[in-house]
Nanobody, 129 residues
Framework: QVQLVESGGGSVQAGGSLGLSCVASAYARSSHAMGWFRQVPGKEREGVAA????????????SVKGRFTISVTISQDNAENTLDLQMNSLKPEDTAMYYC??????????????????WGQGTQVTVSS
């Protein structure tokens, strides 16, 4: 069964750094894209960063370019992927619930939440001023 398990997150002061990690099991060979999304209450889920695992091409929201870095590690037996998001120079507006996601098919828009099939449980990131 496909599963995404997230870790990381927490609270930090503005200017600080946090890292998020997501292990995708039973999935490495099927994911055409993986990404991190975030959501605050009352707003739509927005794409933060995405990556095509087989190619390594990365995509970022304008609001996080130069501050966040997405990466993926594929296990030697190709049984799972580990998706990481390193977040530096954090701002209060980065506060949100962050979700790891994977797309079984080729997404039409790689930063659009609706194009992703599998989601992690979410992890809270809080940045205080």
């Amino acid at each position: 069964q496909v599963q995404l398990v997230e870790s990381g997150g927490g609270s930090v002061q503005a200017g600080g750094s946090l890292g998020l990690s997501c292990v995708a099991s039973a999935y490495a060979r099927s994911s055409h894209a993986m990404g991190w999304f975030r959501q605050v209450p009352g707003k739509e889920r927005e794409g933060v960063a995405a990556i095509v695992p087989g190619v390594g091409r990365t995509y970022y929201a304008d609001s996080v370019k130069g501050r966040f870095t997405i990466s993926v590690t594929i296990s030697q037996d190709n049984a799972e992927n580990t998706l990481d998001l390193q977040m530096n120079s954090l701002k209060p507006e980065d506060t949100a619930m962050y979700y790891c996601a994977a797309s079984l098919g080729l997404p039409r828009e790689i930063m659009r939440a609706a194009d992703y099939n599998v989601w992690g449980q979410g992890t809270q990131v809080t940045v205080s001023s």
